[in-house]
């Protein structure tokens, strides 16, 4: 990153997402591994990125893959061993690369040690503590606590089985029943996850990504949701106070040690409350990421991300992509450019060339505001959603919650296409059996990173330079931001000294203002016209205007 050295890593990071089940898979059973990412750091050191987030690595059973997880102090075996992840982070540090590990603080897998003794231990367990069992509603007990929704869809509550065999009472999941809520007002919990912390600080990592960092309070009298009162389990007060207790944890550790959130809140207020100064160091920006591809509607949100992060004096971070959400080529391409899980569905026309094109526009444009900027694994090499995966090979548990409505988050979760011209493009090893745990797509042959180097029109090779530029010019990164004049539909700002980005989002081309040199363009210019859905970085002189 370019800005001054005395300035924390976080503030103005390009940071790249490594779903480790989908990145490389260095021993040939289908599934990436930590050996398949070792064996594939070159390629972000090639990239440029500043720091990797890995997606969760640890035992679990996969009920909603990782994010159930049943020891936060170890790697499953899919995925390798603790000495391999203390390699990879060393390998990582070797190249100039720092780490980032996601902690699941909301909730646990059901195997995990604590919930598994709060089932076998009966009613007086005291390990039922740590989590909200409450007995049922009815005479028998045998109606649900609440009638709450679940973040995934259906229901929140699962009854259990007393070891005599009778009914027993009910446990809260937000998400899939086999990852029950930890109970925040219990102190172990609170310790349990400081220490946690410290475990993974101690081998080297430099950040810690937070799951569902607004979930984790809940309101222990279990109201009913009701648009006339508090959210009974969204952004409570309390939850800042588990995050001024991790500040103090990361600020003893050298190295800025950062913390950064997975917070999704309308409210820009709230979300900011989250960045104050003795909290979170970052958050993901939900809004940027699900904006339509529309000038008036993208200039608003790049307002309210920076006036929203002002008073608390954090980066913003801007987000396209992620391993929840669809791919923003496919989005693109659509002719509604937002997301949102809501309107999730199959079957949706997309124009991928559109898409391609906008995609390659809103890379630079990311990459050029101020703060730090995510990239999801395959972003890079411009892949889109696959949403043709048969029904029958589908993992994500938000498919069936759903009642098979929403298709879930498999289809920006396949595994990456590396080389050759056929699946498995080099994700898993010469020799290799066993076929990808989702299967890829055949297209997908001159979307591989081999394909790509060298290539000076493709994603990888855009991405490369604009992460190259982004690295040399003293703008880019942190700092501010200057609005510039420009034609309806298109956003033009200026980063001092001397940058200039140009996004035409507009139906026409548009005129290059004076410049001296072009840095880089998303697409072939047409002399001093810019064509429509294509961004440009300029060399400007002077004063803003």
Known sequence: MSTADSRPWWRGAVIYQVYPRSFADGN????????????????????????IWFSPWYPSPMA???????????????????????????????????????????????????????????????????????????????????????????????RTTNPDGTPGDWYLHLFAPEQPDFNWDHPRVRAEFEDILRFWFDRGVDGIRIDSAGLLVKDGTLPEIRPDRLHPFHDLDGVHEIYRDWRRVAEAYPGDRALIGEVWLPDRQRFANYLRPDELHAAFNFDFLGCAWDAVALRESIDGTLSAHAPVGAPATWV??????????????????????????????????????????????????????????????????????????????????????????????????????????????DGATTAPWLPQPADWKDRTAAAQAGDGASMLELYRAAIAVRRAEPALGDGAMTWLPAPAGVLAFRRDPGFTCLVNLSAEAVPLPPHTERLLASGPLDDDLLPPDTAVWLRTPGEPR
């Open 28 to 51: 040939g059973d289908g599934i990436g591994d930590i050996a398949g990412i070792r064996s594939r750091l070159s390629h972000l050191s090639a990239l440029g990125v500043d720091a």
């Open 64 to 158: 909603d893959a990782g994010y159930d997880v049943a020891d936060y102090r170890d790697i499953d075996p899919v995925f390798g061993t603790l000495a391999e992840a203390e390699a990879l982070i060393a390998e990582a540090h070797a190249l100039g690369i720092r780490t980032i590990v996601d902690v699941v603080p909301n909730h646990c897998s059901d195997a995990h040690p604590w919930f598994q003794a709060a089932l076998a231990g009966g009613p007086d367990a005291p390990e039922r503590d740590l989590f909200w069992f409450r007995p049922g509603r009815g005479p028998n007990g045998d109606q649900r606590p609440t009638d709450w929704v679940g973040e995934f869809g259906g229901p929140t509550w699962t």
């Open 320 to 429: 396209l992509s992620n391993h929840d959400v669809t791919r923003h080529v496919t989005r693109y391409g659509r002719a509604d450019t937002t997301f949102s899980f809501a309107a999730k569905r199959e079957g949706i026309p997309t124009d991928l060339e559109l898409g391609t094109r906008r995609a390659r526009a809103a890379a630079l444009l990311s990459l050029s505001l101020p703060g730090a900027a995510y990239v999801y694994q395959g972003e890079e090499l411009g892949l889109w959603e696959v949403e043709d995966i048969p029904h029958a090979l589908r993992q994500d548990p938000m498919w069936e919650r759903s009642g098979r409505i929403d298709p879930g988050r498999d289809g920006c979760r396949v595994p990456l296409p590396w080389s050759g011209e056929t699946p498995p493009f080099g994700f898993s090893p």
